[in-house]
């Protein structure tokens, strides 16, 4: 595992072009037509791209030489607004910033510190190896043998159904929800189902039915009993009350030949279906 | 041979068929002899693998006979049964034989189906008939391994408990 | 034995540990030999399988001699991993536990909810608390699931030695 590791070194190479690594950009900073804006893309923000630059120029990133990294940097920028490139609002805000380091390094250092954190780079020399770091672990974990792809584990074979655990339940408790419910004051009185809107004409309905299904003493389907045109209420009303003229023994459900279900005036015994 | 077949059905999360394995298998001369070994796989198993054949295919699932071990493994720890579901038995129980409508009376809300199933997969309650009352309603009562797993010997032994009956 | 052993890891979707294993064996004599079967599965497999020591555990996988004919059979290989989805897993994975304004700051651009999702979506990444800090920001960590992906024994294996950074 150790090899491959070696192997991983984040560098420029992971930017490509046509599938060539992009490590032979002219110095001079000669732009290819076509390349500024995929190599733009490829970076996820200006911290990388100016890490990126650093690398290329083979720059130390704990002494960087901010004028030139500046000067390349604001090309790029340049390069991009030239040919009408979308940049995010930090690129802009990066080049501000290296801006701000590159006058605080005029400065005179002030004689009452000589402390190293004074230097105005320390702070973005540790962002760009923050960075640094993370292309280094991202690079390890992409080496790291993937399940799917460097390997497949086994996916679990089923096995017949398990008893199954008994639950956690005494005989006490079930006597003591039964003591409960045997106290419990008010019981809902056995539900029946009633008809709330008379409106709708469900009587009506059923003897429309009747005189529909007497008019000829055959099976009829239940498309053929249906109220043509009907609504989502005329069907809901129309089946209820179908369903009422079965119940009542108005009607009878019976099966024809091809087993589908029909709707008959009962005449003939042998053919009603029990309900 | 053996093993090319053992890598691709333990390897799959769906069964395999004859279809797709040909379409593995097929086009090198190597694996000419898959199909003999898919049999002989189909007649004696692997170890603790028996070759099943399924909807889709053939996959491979372990031998009923560690079942014993495996429970062991898989079967969770025991729970206890949720409020709801310790009502509809108590009530079955004390009440048998007894109808849906009736439990959700005593109970003063609906019966899910969810809860019913779940009294039968334990094998305490099943339907012994049906009421002759409009449509019919199954009656319910508790069965022989319900009283064995709370050591009743008959229903009588259930603790009397006093309320106000009036149903 | 060695039956008994590999229809337990033949049957579990996680890797098992010794001390699971042990719960499982140990009341039953004649399961004593348990260990030294472990051990010889641990250095020859069975078959297409190898013993890999995973996530605090060991499972199976199939031997990579067949891992051309497996490719195969799973045609749809996963997506590989983007970049940014790569570097923040990297930060979570390195850095845990770790906020989500940490992770920015280690890459130096804001992480996309998507990316977040994504790494939840594959199991890899949860929330394991808050920092107690104004927002109490969530802290992310890794998961078993993300070790099992990348075959690793425990976090203390991913790779520290750091390579030629200044590259």
């Known amino acids: 595992m150790s090899n491959a590791i070696s192997e991983v070194s984040p560098s420029a190479a992971l930017i490509q072009v046509h599938g060539q690594p992009l490590e032979t950009l002219p110095d001079g900073l000669f732009i290819p037509p076509d390349a500024l804006e995929l190599l733009l893309d490829s970076f996820s923000g200006p911290l990388e791209l100016l890490l990126w630059l650093i690398r290329r120029n083979r720059m130390d990133i704990r002494d960087i030489p ?13 390069e991009a607004r030239r040919r009408n490139l979308e940049l995010a609002a930090e690129y802009l805000l990066m080049a501000a910033w290296l801006a701000e ?3 605080r390094m ?10 190293e954190d004074f230097d105005p780079r320390l702070e973005l020399a540790r962002r760009l190896e923050a960075l640094a770091i993370v292309q280094w672990q991202a690079a390890v974990l992409h080496t790291l043998p993937q399940a799917g792809r460097d390997f497949w584990t086994i996916y679990p074979a089923p096995h017949p159904d398990l008893p199954l655990a008994p639950p956690l339940v005494t ?7 039964w003591q409960a419910l045997l106290l419990r004051p008010t019981r809902k009185p056995p539900s029946a189902h009633t008809l709330t809107h008379p409106h709708v004409g469900l009587r009506q309905r059923m003897a429309e039915l009747l005189w529909h299904c007497h008019r000829e003493p055959r099976p009829w389907s ?7 045109a009907a609504d989502r209420l005329a069907l809901a009303v129309s089946l209820l009350a179908l369903l009422e003229l079965l119940r009542q ?7 024809d030949a091809e087993g589908r279900w029909r709707v008959a005036v009962i ?3 042998d053919c009603r279906v029990g309900f | 041979m053996r093993e ?8 799959s999360a769906e069964p395999l068929s004859r279809e797709r394995l040909a379409s593995i298998f097929d086009d090198n001369p190597d694996c000419a002899g898959w199909e003999a070994e898919l049999d002989a796989l189909l007649a004696v198993g692997e170890g603790p693998l028996q070759l099943a054949c399924v909807a889709g295919g053939y996959r491979l699932q372990i031998h009923p006979r560690h079942n014993v071990l495996l429970a062991r493994l898989h079967v969770e720890a025991p729970r206890p049964l949720s409020k709801a579901t310790l009502e509809t038995l108590a009530v079955i129980a004390y009440q048998q034989p007894v109808t849906r409508p009736e439990i959700e009376h005593w109970r003063g809300v609906t019966v899910s189906t969810q809860i019913m199933q779940q009294l039968q997969d334990r094998g305490w309650i099943v339907v012994a008939g049906h009421r002759e009352t409009p449509g019919r309603p199954a009656l319910w009562v508790t069965t022989s391994q319900f009283l064995e797993h709370f050591s009743l010997a008959s229903l009588a032994d259930l603790p009397t408990v006093m309320g106000a009956v009036e149903g």
């Open chain 1, 267 to 269: 005449d003939a015994e």
């Open chain 2, 4 to 11: 090319a077949l053992l890598a691709l059905f333990l390897s």
């Open chain 1, 171 to 177: 005989l006490a408790d079930i006597v003591n929800v």
């Open chain 1, 222 to 228: 239940f498309v053929e009993i249906l109220p043509p």
């Open chain 1, 249 to 255: 023994q108005a009607l009878a459900l019976v099966e």
């Open chain 1, 66 to 78: 901010v004028a030139e990294v500046t000067r390349q940097y604001l090309h790029y920028l340049h």
């Open chain 1, 106 to 115: 005029l400065l005179p250092v002030p004689p009452v510190t000589d402390d």
């Open chain 1, 101 to 103: 380091i590159k006058a």
